[in-house]
């Protein structure tokens, strides 16, 4: 058994604090020129493939922000209340509720999978775990781009978006990143690091990475 912060601790911050996360992050990638660069990238790279789901999709700015791109995009996300925040806000789009590192869905199903800042209360294994998961949900040739926080630190909060919490946030290093969609099985992969936007969001470096689940080859 995989051991970390319990899904019922992660679920209740969410729960806790889904009013004030709809509402500071609603506008969250009108903000980031990068954000927009790289969803605009996915969206491309997928093209008429189908069905794209935000993993962790919170109040579903990031599913809304690619529907509007065109390409329609359902979320999943652990926190019923969240959920009740991204169906509120997006009434036409579709959002359930899901856990990352036990995916309901069958294996080679999903063309394409968008996960912003959603392995961030992971330990190590489960990150591993959330990424076999992705592997194994992926059609061959389907795409994984998640974004992750830079570093070796962990941070605990108890306060967020004015609300108690207890918490922990884990950053994650390039090389751990790299190894471990690898031994997923995941093949090129492009990490994209920038500096933190100032007086924006948190100020750490950020990594986007796309991933691809290689389509096996016909034996001679
Ligand atoms: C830091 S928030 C990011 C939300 C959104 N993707 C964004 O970019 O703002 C992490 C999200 O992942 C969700 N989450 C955490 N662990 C999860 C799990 N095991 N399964 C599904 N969702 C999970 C949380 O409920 C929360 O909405």
């Not at 093209?47 to 999943?76: I, M």
């Not at 990150?127 to 630190?153: S, Y």
């Amino acid at each position: 058994m995989i051991m970390g912060q319990s899904l019922s601790k992660i679920e209740k911050v969410y729960d806790t604090v889904a009013k004030e996360y709809a509402e500071t992050f609603f506008y969250e990638h009108e903000k980031k020129p990068k954000d927009q660069d790289i969803l605009c990238r996915f969206s491309q790279e997928i093209g008429n493939r189908r069905p794209v789901w935000d993993f962790g999709c919170g109040p579903g700015h990031t599913a809304s922000y690619l529907t509007k791109l065109g390409l329609q995009t359902s979320g999943l996300d652990l926190s019923e209340k969240i959920l009740e925040q991204a169906r509120a806000i997006h009434p036409a789009m579709h959002f359930r509720r899901g856990n990352i590192l036990e995916l309901e869905f069958e294996d080679n199903l999903i063309a394409g999978i968008v996960s912003f800042y959603s392995i961030v209360h992971f330990t190590e294994d489960q990150v591993k775990l959330a990424f076999r998961e992705a592997f194994r949900v992926l059609q061959p040739g389907g795409i994984f781009l998640f974004t992750f926080h830079i570093g070796e630190n962990t941070i605990h909060l108890d306060q967020f978006l004015n609300k108690e919490i207890d918490v922990d946030f884990m950053f994650f290093t390039n090389d751990f990143i790299w190894k471990s969609l690898k031994d997923s099985g995941f093949a090129k992969i492009e990490m994209i690091a920038r500096e933190p936007y100032p007086e924006v969001e948190y100020q750490s470096r950020r990594s986007y990475v796309f991933a691809i689940k290689p389509v096996a080859r016909k034996s001679p």
